[in-house]
């Protein structure tokens, strides 16, 4: 499995399509823009041409209204893998989401939980309020939070 990494628009995707055509490889993707439809502008997702002589997979498959996790990306991307390995073709992963790509590679255990709609709205009306600093009087007051714990206190997320 090769994995090609880095930011939107300096040339991923021709780079895999020339190692794709040398090697049998297929391409998937890991970029959590492309893998919504009609999403073309500002994600640089492979135009239906550039996908016609290598296979490609996970790009413009969800609906933008549907929620996709890390997890939903870990279970699809693992049975392409898997698919691609079975035909003795070579994985070629290809895009920027880090999260996305960290699971794969630290083999993360990820739960099916849904987003917590109320908690997010209730957080977000703090942040609004009392901006990153509201949070992270929140966060250093959990019960479990200790000064080992590494977290970024100026971001929001």
């Known amino acids: 499995m090769l994995i090609i990494v880095g930011p939107t628009g300096v040339g991923k995707s021709s780079l895999s399509l020339e190692i794709a055509k040398n090697v049998s490889g297929e391409i998937v993707n890991f970029d959590s823009r492309q893998i919504y439809k009609h999403m073309y502008v500002g994600t640089a997702t492979p135009s239906k041409f550039e996908q016609m002589d290598i296979p490609h997979h996970l ?3 969800i609906d933008p209204k549907i929620q ?3 997890y939903d990306f870990r279970i699809k991307a693992l049975t ?3 698919q691609i390995k079975s035909r003795g073709n070579m994985p070629i992963l290809v895009g920027g ?3 996305y ?3 794969l590679i630290e083999n993360w255990e990820l739960s099916n939980i849904p987003p917590n ?3 997010r709205t209730h957080l977000d009306t703090i942040f609004q309020k009392n901006g990153v600093k509201g949070l992270s009087e ?3 007051n959990l019960p479990n939070f200790t000064d080992e714990i590494k977290v970024d ?3 929001p997320r």
């Open 59 to 61: 790009y413009s498959f």
């Open 68 to 70: 996709f996790s890390v």
């Open 80 to 82: 392409k893998i898997h």
């Open 97 to 99: 989401t880090g999260q």
């Open 101 to 103: 790509i960290w699971s």
């Open 117 to 119: 709609i109320n908690l």
């Open 138 to 140: 929140i966060l250093i």
């Open 153 to 155: 206190l100026n971001n």
